[in-house]
């Protein structure tokens, strides 16, 4: 019997399907803006899950609760699949948590148990998504964590709300000081976010008084992997780490 997870996050939808050892066997990234048009997810989704005996229960985290709500409705009606969100219920035996409980996206809670069962350590979870996150598990608690403005969405702002400024792509620059509007720019956001990330991690050692490992998943994790200054490990699947551990417990 294979099983389904999801994740679906404010700008993509993430969807595995995992074997009776809860391996990742297929896997679909999709734009959460069209996932719940049913148009898209009979051509799209439905092609995915064709022909696959899944466990009629699925577990997703999620930030957008319309399009939960939808994607749910739509798993029911085409494949009599029943999707759960991730909620207390499912992580009180596996994490505590020491942070708002109802103020936690469940992609984060996903995350944390994600890295802690897999890296077996104190780990920061610092995810490129919307908004840039930082999260701190000690010891298996969640302690809470950090949000800041994502880099695509500054960008984005920046690009519309100015109207001198040429869209761009973030790249590493060596140089710091740009000689034109553009390499000022690219400057800016590269050695800004370096700056921030760097300044950050270090700021929650020294409250803590802990190590860590660093774990960074989305999309600009290799661009900044080698500007931290600690060793860092990139994982993409970590939220579905997180949730096929919830699965483990069930």
Known sequence: MTHL????????????????????IKRLNIETS???????FKKIVFSFVKDMIVNKKALFSSVVPSVFLATKKSFKKYFNIQCQELK?????KVIKIKANKKQIGS????????????????CIVLDFGTATTFDVINRGIYMGGIIAPGIN?????????ANLIP????????????????????????????GMIVNILRLIKKETKKSYKI???????????????SKVF????????????????K
């Open 107 to 122: 992609d984060r809670i996903a995350n944390a148990i994600g890295s802690y069962y897999t890296y077996k350590s104190d």
């Open 215 to 229: 774990i960074l998943t989305g999309g600009y994790s290799s661009l900044f992997k080698n500007s931290i200054k």
């Open 167 to 194: 869209p761009f792509t973030i790249k590493k620059i060596n140089k710091v000081v740009g000689n034109n509007t553009l390499s000022a720019l690219k400057s800016g956001f590269y050695w800004g976010y370096t």
């Open 34 to 40: 069209i996932i719940k048009n049913q148009y898209y």
């Open 153 to 161: 969405l500054s960008l984005s702002t920046l690009t519309k709300r």
């Open 88 to 92: 207390q219920t499912h992580y009180s």
């Open 5 to 24: 997870i999801g994740d679906i996050g404010n700008t993509q939808t993430k969807l595995c399907i995992l074997d009776k050892k809860l391996k990742i």
């Open 234 to 249: 990139i994982d993409g699947d970590i939220t579905m780490k997180g949730l096929i551990e919830l699965l483990r417990v």
